[in-house]
């Protein structure tokens, strides 16, 4: 463990590198479905996080997806027109309104969940699992930037 201790410059650049092919290859695999619908990465990213934070109001998603309101207006629009997600008024707060994936957008996302779901969980699998729960410590790290 001492040997990470002292990363050579080289070493973080490669750790770079394959991040972001990890990166790359993850998100091409569903790209053809996507595509069915003239749908992009920023529409995944949308999918994604209504998906795992039901009723999510627009003020949150534009927080956790680290756009401004104008670029994610877009991609709200295409997902509501094309009846993925639906905008419920909140009920304490009628300014608000809470974003969920509707009937079509789940079984849309369900479609591109498992074209990503083969890649990582073969690679889960053929690791062991005090790998993984240090490489998800470190996705971690790098996310909250420590």
Known sequence: MKDLLYLKDEQIKEFIQLLYYAYRETFSDPREVLSKKFFGPAHL????????NPGINLGELIYKLKVTKQSLNRVLRDLIKSKMIKQVQDETDTRKKNLYLDKEGKTFFEVVYNTQKKRI??????????????????????????
């Open 45 to 52: 990213r949308a999918l994604n996080l209504i998906e795992r």
């Open 121 to 146: 969980f073969n690679a889960l699998k053929n690791s062991n699992s005090d790998s993984v729960i240090k490489f998800k410590e470190v996705l971690k790290k790098i996310i909250d930037g420590k």
